[in-house]
Every structure is written in structure tokens, then in C-alpha cells.
């Protein structure tokens, strides 16, 4: 079957980095997506990887293995609106986004 | 660019009665627009998909017959909840994608809250 993986919830400091991981499996693959969700509202585009390797974005970048079914999201320089969930999706080889859970992210500051 | 209007944004209406929720892409012509409920503290689950003119593709274990959907146009789509239930309540998002708008990036709505009593 398909499946994505995240942690449901993590806490990190004002002004720190966190890595957000994320795991796939999936019928074939097209690329995977990173979301940003605040709390009654919906779903932002943050980034697209299709190929290995690391993409910045600003504060954000987005990490992919695709031999490994495996991605991160970072966030430097944190700051309390990054507060929010962080939706994982993976493009199937139909094209159809498979959804992650979410990884709610708690800002202490 | 790239910008999903929903109306109404919070709808309350009692059980029994049907409820229509819009969707429209402002500024592009959607050629796939999707439906999805998201229940609190849940990730986001796809209802249907639609293209224009044709029928939606309903997923799994969601009635069609209970969610009509009807994508009449390229920038507008509708989701009509009939006899609505308090289970229905939930908040519906939706999506549309353009073939130019990069790799099938989805472009989210605001979303609807909807509350049954």
C-alpha cells in the first residue's frame, strides 16, 4: 500500500533550526511536496523536490533521497509564526497527492 | 497569481437540510479542481476529484449520491452536502491544479467550515 510517514508533533526553540522527516512509500513516484497549514486554514505550497538533493528557499529548504523514500524539511532562524502543520505529500505515478498526516510544530520562545 | 476562492468560508445549518459550497480559481483555468475533508487534528482526506464537464472521480468510501459535485466550468466547481448530518460536520478544502502551473502543484481555497446541528 501507500504510505507517507511524519512525526506527529515537535517543539523547537525561537530563532533554532528543525528537520521535519518525512517517509514514503508510494506506486511509483513524481516528486514530493511540503505544506504549511495553520491552524484553521488551508494548506500553503512551501516546496517541490522531484530529484535528489537539497533545495533552498529562504529560511526553508527541502531535502530528497529518492533511493532512501526519504525528505526533510528545515527551518532556520525559527520564528513563532513558523508555528503551524507541515503536511508531506508524495506524487504518485498517477499523479495523485498522497497525504501525510502532519507534523504539528510547537515555537517556544 | 494562482489564487482559489471558497464561499462561504463557515456555514452552520441543521441536520437534514443540503448545503452548496463554491469554489472558483480566480485567475487561471483550472483543469483539475479536488475535494477534501479535514477533520480536527487530522491530515487531509481526498473526497473527489473533478475535470470540467465531466463527472467526479469519488474515492473510496465517500457517496457520491451524499456529495454531489458538479465542475461546470474550468474556474468554477461545486460541492452540494445533501442531508446533511452533525458527522458531516468537518472543514472542506479545495484544490485545483493547471497543466502551466508547474508539477501539478495543488492551489488551495480557504476552506469551509462546516457545522451540522
Known amino acids: 500500500g501507500q504510505n507517507i510517514d511524519q512525526p506527529t508533533e515537535m517543539t523547537a526553540t525561537e530563532g533554532a533550526i528543525v528537520q521535519i522527516n518525512c517517509t514514503y512509500q508510494t506506486s511509483g513516484f513524481n516528486g514530493l511536496f511540503w505544506y504549511q497549514q495553520h491552524a484553521g486554514e488551508a494548506p500553503t505550497f512551501l516546496s517541490y523536490?522531484?530529484l535528489d538533493g537539497l533545495e533552498e528557499k529562504g529560511r526553508f529548504s527541502s531535502f530528497l533521497s529518492r533511493s532512501k523514500g526519504y525528505s526533510y524539511l528545515l527551518l532556520k532562524e525559527l520564528q513563532m509564526k513558523d508555528s503551524a502543520s507541515y503536511l508531506c505529500?508524495?506524487?504518485?505515478?498517477?499523479?495523485?497527492?498522497?497525504w501525510g498526516a502532519g507534523t504539528k510544530l510547537i515555537i517556544k520562545p | 497569481g494562482a489564487v482559489v476562492s471558497q464561499h462561504p468560508s463557515r456555514v452552520i445549518c441543521k441536520s437534514g437540510t443540503s448545503v452548496k459550497i463554491e469554489c472558483r480559481s480566480l485567475?487561471?483555468?483550472?483543469?483539475?479542481m479536488f475535494w477534501y475533508r479535514q477533520f480536527p487534528k487530522q491530515s487531509l482526506m481526498l473526497m473527489a476529484t473533478?475535470?470540467?464537464?465531466?463527472?467526479?472521480?469519488?474515492e473510496q468510501g465517500v457517496e457520491k449520491d451524499k456529495f454531489l459535485i458538479n465542475h461546470a466550468s474550468l474556474t468554477l466547481s461545486t460541492l452540494t452536502v445533501t442531508s446533511a448530518h452533525p458527522e458531516d460536520s468537518s472543514f472542506y478544502i479545495c484544490?485545483?491544479?493547471?497543466?502551466?502551473?508547474?508539477?501539478?502543484?495543488?492551489?488551495f481555497g480557504p476552506g469551509t467550515r462546516l457545522t451540522v446541528t
Open positions: 473533478s475535470n470540467e464537464g465531466s463527472k467526479a472521480t469519488y
Open positions: 505529500a508524495a506524487l504518485d505515478s498517477n499523479y495523485q497527492l498522497i
Open positions: 484544490s485545483a491544479t493547471y497543466a502551466a502551473g508547474g508539477p501539478y502543484e495543488q492551489y
Open positions: 485567475d487561471f483555468q483550472a483543469t483539475t
Open positions: 523536490n522531484v
